[in-house]
């Protein structure tokens, strides 16, 4: 059959635009027929989508479908593996039919969460971060940097699962800054257009042992200053720069100072692998069901061609938490 994806029509330098994108109708056949009914949207798929990539991927070449997390149902199979009606998650990107053998598919179960677009979330890359990188445990003052984004949202209540003291967060609004507040159980929160280095020595008056990072630039300097000794750095990305030239996208911290005041720094990439998957589900799930935890949620209805629209809406901040696009 004939599908309608989007397909990167030129390597993106600088601001991302509508003309980097273009729908094309491909033809597809597997042993699995799959239509897709939610995307997932990552700020990572904007590096992905550089002839100079600085992640440890190959960067998608222009042709190339986009795009990386889905679920969808199960619409033709000729397996055994998986049924019609079946929901499965896959890598398979912006497509309104994707094709395939039925193990690259990974069957969902429909019960397990309240929305499919649980499955779409940031958890694994949030909670591999806090509880294996950052290692957050009993005590702990921890700062996470955009907080209310599909990451931090999520970074910030494992933390308090896992028994940090002190969460405090930053956003872009008084709107996000409450929301993180009354709604997510932060601590504290704090707009990062203010001074942040002031704000957190007003939040974090001994300082913070915890740095869960997806910022970088201002925020990281400031975090470094109220760093306590020993404290420890989850460096997950550089929102800050990253729509900046290559030697501007990831500025590397500065070491030399964190040294100085025995800040021990992780930068660090997750690969969502079942292992990392398997370790967020269960905590995931537990978590929910005590009723401990919020999924911080947006979803965007949009037909196909206009998902690249709803990305670039996605890279603005025009969204909280967990984005996805739920296919009309």
């Known amino acids: 059959m004939i599908t309608r994806e989007i397909h990167l029509a030129s390597h993106i330098t600088g601001v991302p635009g509508p003309e980097h994108f273009t729908v094309a109708h491909t033809e597809i056949?597997?042993?699995?027929?799959?239509?897709?009914?939610?995307?997932?949207?990552?700020?990572?798929?904007?590096?992905?989508?550089?002839?100079?990539?600085?992640?440890?991927?190959?960067?998608?070449?222009?042709?190339?479908?986009?795009?990386?997390?889905?679920?969808g149902t199960v619409v033709r199979s000729s397996s055994d593996a998986l049924r019609v009606g079946d929901a499965v998650q896959s890598m398979t990107g912006w497509t309104e039919y994707s094709a395939g053998p039925a193990d690259s598919y990974v069957k969902l179960d429909r019960d397990a969460f309240p929305d499919l677009g649980f499955h779409?979330?940031?958890?694994?890359?949030?909670?591999?971060?806090?509880?294996?990188?950052?290692?957050?445990?009993?005590?702990?003052?921890?700062?996470?940097?955009?907080a209310a984004g599909g990451?931090?949202?999520?970074?910030?209540?494992?933390?308090?699962?896992?028994?940090?003291?002190?969460?405090?967060?930053?956003?872009?609004?008084?709107?996000?800054?409450?929301?993180?507040?009354?709604?997510?159980?932060?601590d504290a929160a704090f707009d990062y257009r203010d001074d942040p280095a002031a704000r957190l020595r007003e939040l974090a008056p001994e300082g913070i042992s915890v740095f869960f990072d997806v910022v970088g630039g201002a925020q990281y300097d400031a975090a470094l200053q109220v760093a306590r000794p020993g404290a420890r750095f989850a460096l997950c990305g550089s929102l800050s720069s990253q729509l900046?030239?290559?030697?501007?996208?990831?500025?590397?911290?500065?070491?030399?100072?964190?040294?100085?005041?025995?800040?021990?720094?992780?930068?660090?990439?997750?690969?969502?692998?079942?292992e990392q998957i398997s370790a967020w589900h269960k905590h995931f799930r537990l978590?929910?069901?005590?009723?401990?935890?919020?999924?911080?949620?947006?979803?965007?209805?949009?037909?196909i061609t206009d998902v690249p629209q709803a990305f670039l809406a996605f890279l603005g901040g025009a969204h909280r938490g967990n984005v996805s696009v739920r296919l009309t």
């Open 29 to 71: 056949d597997g042993e699995v027929l799959v239509r897709t009914e939610r995307l997932g949207l990552a700020a990572t798929y904007l590096e992905l989508m550089r002839a100079d990539c600085h992640l440890p991927v190959p960067a998608w070449q222009p042709g190339q479908r986009v795009g990386v997390a889905a679920v």
């Open 120 to 146: 779409l979330g940031q958890g694994p890359t949030a909670f591999y971060g806090m509880a294996d990188v950052a290692a957050v445990g009993e005590g702990d003052v921890v700062f996470v940097s955009g």
């Open 151 to 186: 990451v931090g949202s999520l970074a910030g209540q494992i933390a308090k699962r896992l028994g940090a003291a002190r969460v405090i967060g930053s956003a872009g609004s008084s709107a996000k800054v409450d929301y993180l507040v009354n709604d997510l159980g932060f």
């Open 244 to 274: 900046g030239d290559s030697a501007e996208r990831f500025p590397q911290p500065d070491r030399a100072e964190a040294e100085a005041r025995g800040v021990v720094l992780s930068p660090f990439s997750c690969y969502h692998t079942p």
């Open 287 to 303: 978590w929910l069901d005590e009723g401990r935890f919020v999924f911080p949620q947006t979803v965007v209805d949009a037909a």
